[in-house]
């Protein structure tokens, strides 16, 4: 630990898990640091057989300081067990922080490749790991690149991708050139230590549409994880849906501000990207950032994000705790080339007390009988008809009037005609709480329903929300005060409810859990 504390460390150290524990909003089966703050996923990873999750971690208080890797493992991609801190700052190129990284496989030697933050300047360093992934040591030559490349103004250059290629390493390096937009830096090496500037993957263009969109690229590119997607289109029609997708996953960011995540598809070749399509990945926003991805052992796509908070930065110092782990997803490429997501199938296990309704017609409102809580997760096929509405209202807090004073809605409507404003998925958090200090901006984004039908599924954890609707994502929080968790159907226009299945799902930490395990 520091020897100075930072002003906003109020919660003493040894009460900091016991707070978060008690807090009602903290999510019980997404993975949460043990308390403090939490941000990104780092070098996630499948290492023989176990999961392998690090994280941007501050065990100090829940604010964004002197940031470690937490680390996490798992044999199922469920419950994770608490692992020793993998990288703390060291006086060098990381005294100030270990930030955003991955994890390689260098010939049989795990290794990691992150940012080193010492005052301002970020840069990446490598540390070596012990056969069992738990304790590092960093690479002498550390920083292994000693500055942005020459000659470029940049607006920041940290977060790595990094993967090998032929008989070498390549590596990405998230960052943004003034003026123009962001970007991602690409470098060479054969020894993961000593890099070659190739030059930029492609720049983006941060003039190209408004800076408020939902879709803006950022003038600085966060977190940037390049692969291969799968075999679709790339939306010309003409390569038959067969030709190879690749996928740049990025968080843009603005001069602080940690706006959305975004990717690209298009195609890797040589020494550059040639963009493609420019798609949202989650229409939460900053609600889930930083994603990102491995390949499992299996070969599924596996993607990690962060869910950041909804409340004063005050209130999360005095709840001891910050940051959820997105449920792991699984990433696959449809046949209009754009990406998938899905939870992992494993968190299926998690589930219990199922509850099953319809076929049926919905039209006012229909309380869900027999579940309620706010650890559940909820399927549903629907079809709606042209100019229909849907909605589910979550997080529900009966007045006994059959209103509800507190409520989280998630609602999809079908486009009514050719030409009508398309089909959507929309969260609306205007009554989630009574708390009126936390955000409650309304989220949504466009969603295909190919005749009316309509996947949804709805995983509630606490002030954890995650929707998935024709596998389109949408990421929040929701911090209720009443502690409600009914469930409630309703229509407008005709909608069929096909089926819907409920389940409560159980916790996955048992026991007290320490800050340095
Ligand atoms: N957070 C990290 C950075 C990254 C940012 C620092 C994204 O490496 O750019 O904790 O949330």
Known sequence: MTGLMHPLATVPQDQLVARAEADPHRPRFHFVSPAGWLNDPNGVSQWNGTYHL?????????????????????????????????????????????????????GGTPTLVYSGRSGERELPCVAVGSPDLLTWTKAPENPVISAPPAGVDVTAFRDHCVWREGSGWRQL?????????????????????????????????????DPAATDWQ????????????????????????????????????????????????????????????????DYGGRYYYAPQSFSDESGRRVMFGWLQEGRTDEAMVE????????????????????LVLAPVPEIESLRY???????????????????DGNQLDLELDLELEPGSVFRLGVLGTPTGTGDMTEETVIEVGCQASEGSAGSYLRLDRTRSSLDTSVDIEELSGPVALPDGGLRLRVIVDHSALEVFANGKPLTARAYPTL??????????????LRQLDAWRMEDVFDGPRQLFP
């Open 54 to 106: 690090f994280y941007q971690y501050n065990p100090e208080g829940a604010f964004h300081h002197r940031i470690l890797w937490g680390h996490a493992t798992s044999t199922d991609l469920v419950t994770w067990l608490d692992q020793p801190v993998a990288l703390e700052p060291s006086e060098g190129p990381d005294g100030d922080g270990c930030w955003s990284g991955v994890l390689v496989n260098d």
């Open 483 to 496: 502690g409600g968790g009914s469930v409630r159907l309703s229509a407008t226009g005709p909608v069929r």
């Open 173 to 209: 390096v998230g960052s943004g050139v003034r003026g123009r937009g962001g970007t991602a830096f690409l470098y060479a090496s054969d020894d993961l230590r000593a890099w070659n500037y190739v030059g930029p993957l492609f720049i983006g263009d941060a003039s190209a549409g």
């Open 319 to 338: 709840a001891g705790w910050s940051g959820v782990m997105s449920l792991p997803r699984v990433a696959t490429l449809d046949a209009t080339g754009e």
């Open 218 to 281: 950022g003038t600085m590119w966060e977190c940037v994880d390049l692969f291969r997607a799968g075999a679709g289109t790339l939306g010309d029609g003409a390569d038959g849906g067969n030709a190879q997708v690749d996928a740049l996953v990025f968080s843009a960011w603005d001069d602080g501000d940690t706006r959305h995540p975004l990717y690209w598809t298009g195609r890797y070749s040589g020494d550059s990207f040639t963009p493609r399509q420019l798609h949202r990945l």
């Open 353 to 371: 007390g199922h509850v099953r309704l319809g076929p049926q017609a919905l039209g006012g409102f229909t309380m869900l009988d027999g579940i």
